[in-house]
């Protein structure tokens, strides 16, 4: 019994000292393993729902770009048009004032689609005959058919003394003797006023007006007067 009195002594000391590292070992197990230290954990991203906001997002931006270019767009019609009408309303200014001067200089203008360049035109009345004479000087871009009107103004009011067609070529002078009555002539005689009318079929509406000379200006000869478009004013 004593032999084996050492041994036990043994056996219990190390049942003493391991029991503890046992039963800490034990309580780890039923805890389950040691954790390291914590790291975020990031989920998986879904990618149908990435590609569907990054459609959104660039549709959104074109969307705004799209407006954004409608706006400039309109904005540079707008000024295109203002750029258009200033000039339009410039150019009308130099008819104008070039057609002021032509009337000044005694004749009139007009451009390439009026097919009549220039014409100047005088009034002979001669009342010992009962006559009024036009004579139309005039140039034209080429030859062609125009309608011709002549009328008077007196304190009465306007009277129409001639419509004919006549045909003109590349230039030249138009003579045209138009018979009146004695109630005519009387008027004739003591006209303000003569307006001659010149316009091609089918040209625009504004070459009637560029074309049309307004002779107010007399020159008595003998017994006839000679009526001619004024120079200065």
């Known amino acids: 019994m004593r032999r084996h009195t050492p041994l036990l002594l043994l056996s219990l000391l190390l049942i003493l000292f391991a029991a503890p590292t046992i039963s800490q070992a034990a309580r780890s197990g039923a805890q389950g393993p040691a954790k390291g230290p914590t790291t975020p954990h990031l989920a998986p991203r879904d990618a149908d729902a990435e590609e569907e906001f990054e459609g959104e997002e660039e549709e959104f931006d074109f969307e705004e770009c799209e407006a954004a270019n409608s706006d400039f767009g309109f904005e540079f019609e707008l000024e295109e048009e203002g750029e258009a009408a200033e000039e339009e309303e410039w150019e009308i200014e130099v008819e104008e004032c070039e057609e002021e001067v032509q009337k000044k200089a005694g004749a009139v203008t007009a451009p390439e689609a009026c097919r009549v360049r220039s014409a100047e035109s005088s009034i002979t009345t001669l009342p010992n005959s009962d006559r009024v004479q036009l004579a139309v000087k005039y140039v034209t871009y080429q030859p062609s058919t125009v309608s011709l009107g002549l009328k008077m103004k007196d304190g009465k009011g306007s009277l129409k003394l001639e419509s004919t067609t006549k045909h003109l070529g590349k230039q030249g002078t138009l003579h045209l003797t138009t018979k009146l009555t004695d109630a ?50």
């Not at 316009?199 to 007067?225: I, M, S, W, Y």
């Open 184 to 233: 005519e002539m009387e008027r004739a005689a003591r006209a303000e006023e003569f307006a001659v009318s010149l316009r091609a079929p089918k040209t625009p509406g504004f070459c009637g007006n560029l074309l049309e000379q307004k002779l107010d200006a007399k020159h008595p000869v003998g017994n006839a007067r000679v009526y001619t478009q004024r120079v200065n004013g």
